[in-house]
């Protein structure tokens, strides 16, 4: 049985052996660890019965690819099963209650930076294919393994990769497992996900510092002017103040809208305790699902310019660069939003400084009908397992292979997601509910065996 407790024990001893592997694909000294982790699944799919190969980037010098096959299925359909095995880094660490790379066990959690995102998640995929292996010594389906190291930073090597080797990865649909349920116990298909364009806002004015004693009153502003620029760019009440950029969105349907008022869901426990914030902000008349899931939002992830030490300076910094991105909605491209973004910091740019606005990553956003049969039979593993109907969200965040896979293989992506609103995702005390973890590879593994029959 998949499920038994031996297996469960394995699981978790392997899995706490993947969490401790630092692979941070940000920080290139993380670089030796990268290719641990690529080895390390690398082993476990062999060690299943799969057959393996690490894709090195000969063109970019991009983190390995980690690939994986088992086509003894005749006649049925082959699935990809996408995930990665990079993190993000754990700053702070001294929020941290237990070392980011040491998974602790605490109550019905581990506790480790890539717990839910995404090798735990990965790795129940992993797990559910093993454990079919090992029971039937076959699969109901064709399998293909295609797992990444560069998710967390743009996953250039992949897109390089699906975009010119299509035949090599002919199936019929993917499944991704690093998405979250609802709600703990209920079991969730994420249909739709947000596309993102990743930049950063350049503006320079005087070609070197100056006092601001001395030319404050005369001197152009470069932290002024950004300031200046955002708020151009978006109003105090959340609206993105872009031209044409809603023009391409599709509104979600009455039905999708009704079936969203349904699911359970406390906005002031949401507030406070989920997100600690005081009160929730954005478009006033957009409801808060809508605003979270089906529109677009412009958001401003950090500026640097001046002196920013402890004590004092008075300085007049020449530059400033602020770290901006877009998430984007079905059908808004990428490419045209980015070129909506330079006109728009062009036209917004203040006397005396100029403002450029570069790209550094983008991905197309994502929506899948829940109708089609792929998604069917994941929701019927899926509620046969937890107990509960399996509802269908989309996720505010970005996937960017999903897009990918749509636009170069034509695929629908699956997202079973297992993970947990609170699972502090890019944050201190990453989390994995266990429960969910055993669980996940059961589902997936009944999931394989509905497309088989």
């Given at each position: 049985m998949?499920?038994?407790?031996?297996?469960?024990?394995?699981?978790?001893?392997?899995?706490?052996?993947?969490?401790?592997?630092?692979?941070?694909?940000?920080?290139p000294e993380?670089?030796?660890?990268?290719?641990?982790?690529?080895?390390?699944?690398?082993?476990?799919?062999?060690?299943a019965?799969?057959?393996?190969?690490?894709?090195?980037?000969?063109?970019?010098?991009?983190?390995?690819?980690?690939y994986g096959?088992?086509?003894?299925?005749?006649?049925?359909?082959?699935?990809?099963c996408?995930?990665?095995?990079?993190?993000?880094?754990?700053?702070?660490?001294?929020?941290?209650?237990?070392p980011?790379f040491?998974?602790?066990?605490?109550?019905?959690?581990?506790?480790?930076?890539?717990?839910?995102?995404?090798?735990?998640q990965?790795y129940?995929?992993?797990?559910a294919?093993?454990?079919?292996?090992?029971?039937?010594?076959?699969l109901?389906?064709?399998?293909?393994?295609?797992?990444?190291?560069?998710?967390?930073t743009?996953?250039?090597?992949?897109e390089?990769?699906?975009?010119?080797?299509?035949?090599?990865?002919?199936?019929?649909a993917?499944?991704?497992?690093?998405?979250?349920?609802?709600?703990?116990?209920?079991p969730?298909?994420?249909?739709?996900?947000?596309?993102?364009?990743?930049g950063?806002?350049?503006?320079e004015?005087?070609?070197?510092?100056?006092?601001?004693g001395v030319?404050?009153?005369a001197?152009?502003?470069?932290?002024?002017a950004?300031?200046?620029?955002?708020?151009?760019?978006?109003?105090?009440?959340?609206?993105?103040r872009?031209?044409?950029?809603?023009?391409?969105?599709?509104?979600?349907?009455?039905?999708?809208?009704?079936?969203?008022?349904?699911?359970?869901?406390?906005?002031?426990?949401?507030?406070?305790a989920?997100?600690?914030?005081?009160?929730?902000?954005?478009?006033?008349?957009?409801?808060?699902?809508?605003?979270?899931?089906?529109?677009p939002?412009?958001?401003?992830?950090?500026?640097?310019?001046?002196?920013?030490?402890?004590?004092?300076?008075?300085?007049?910094p020449?530059?400033?660069?602020?770290?901006?991105?877009?998430?984007?909605?079905?059908?808004?491209?990428?490419?045209?939003?980015f070129?909506?973004?330079?006109?728009?910091?062009?036209?917004?740019?203040?006397?005396?400084?100029?403002?450029?606005?570069?790209?550094?990553?983008g991905?197309?956003?994502?929506?899948?009908?829940?109708?089609?049969?792929?998604?069917?039979?994941?929701?019927?593993?899926?509620?046969?397992?937890?107990?509960?109907?399996t509802?269908?969200?989309?996720?505010?965040?970005?996937?960017?292979?999903?897009?990918?896979?749509?636009r170069?293989?034509?695929?629908?992506?699956?997202?079973?997601g297992?993970?947990?609103?609170?699972?502090?995702?890019?944050?201190?005390?990453?989390?994995?509910?266990l429960?969910?973890?055993?669980?996940?590879?059961?589902?997936?593994?009944?999931?394989?065996?509905?497309?088989?029959?």
């Amino acid at each position: 049985m998949i499920d038994a407790p031996e297996n469960r024990a394995e699981s978790l001893e392997r899995l706490k052996t993947f969490l401790r592997i630092p692979s941070i694909s940000t920080l290139p000294e993380n670089k030796p660890d990268i290719r641990l982790a690529a080895e390390f699944v690398l082993g476990e799919l062999k060690s299943a019965g799969l057959s393996t190969r690490l894709i090195v980037d000969s063109e970019g010098g991009g983190n390995p690819l980690v690939y994986g096959e088992w086509l003894g299925a005749a006649g049925k359909p082959t699935v990809l099963c996408y995930g990665h095995y990079d993190v993000q880094p754990p700053d702070p660490l001294d929020e941290w209650k237990s070392p980011p790379f040491e998974p602790d066990v605490r109550g019905d959690d581990i506790f480790a930076r890539g717990s839910s995102d995404d090798k735990g998640q990965t790795y129940i995929l992993i797990r559910a294919v093993a454990g079919l292996l090992k029971t039937h010594g076959r699969l109901p389906v064709n399998v293909r393994f295609l797992v990444e190291g560069e998710e967390e930073t743009g996953g250039e090597h992949i897109e390089r990769y699906v975009a010119t080797r299509p035949p090599e990865l002919a199936c019929d649909a993917a499944i991704i497992c690093d998405t979250e349920m609802f709600a703990p116990g209920l079991p969730t298909i994420c249909v739709g996900l947000r596309g993102i364009v990743y930049g950063e806002l350049h503006v320079e004015g005087a070609n070197h510092d100056l006092h601001s004693g001395v030319y404050g009153g005369a001197a152009p502003n470069p932290i002024q002017a950004i300031a200046e620029i955002l708020t151009a760019l978006k109003d105090r009440d959340g609206r993105i103040r872009i031209p044409g950029f809603h023009a391409r969105i599709v509104p979600p349907g009455d039905e999708e809208r009704q079936a969203w008022t349904r699911l359970p869901f406390n906005e002031d426990e949401y507030t406070r305790a989920e997100m600690g914030a005081r009160e929730l902000t954005g478009e006033p008349d957009i409801p808060l699902f809508e605003r979270l899931w089906a529109r677009p939002t412009l958001e401003v992830h950090g500026i640097r310019g001046g002196f920013a030490g402890e004590g004092a300076k008075t300085v007049i910094p020449a530059r400033a660069v602020a770290k901006l991105s877009a998430r984007l909605v079905a059908d808004q491209d990428p490419g045209e939003a980015f070129e909506q973004l330079q006109r728009a910091v062009a036209a917004a740019c203040p006397r005396g400084v100029t403002a450029e606005f570069r790209l550094i990553h983008g991905a197309a956003p994502s929506l899948v009908d829940p109708r089609n049969r792929f998604i069917r039979a994941a929701a019927e593993a899926m509620t046969g397992v937890f107990g509960r109907e399996t509802v269908y969200i989309r996720s505010g965040g970005s996937i960017p292979i999903v897009g990918l896979f749509d636009r170069h293989l034509g695929i629908p992506s699956v997202m079973m997601g297992f993970g947990l609103p609170d699972d502090n995702l890019h944050a201190p005390n990453e989390k994995l509910h266990l429960p969910n973890f055993f669980r996940g590879i059961v589902a997936v593994a009944r999931y394989l065996e509905l497309l088989g029959e």
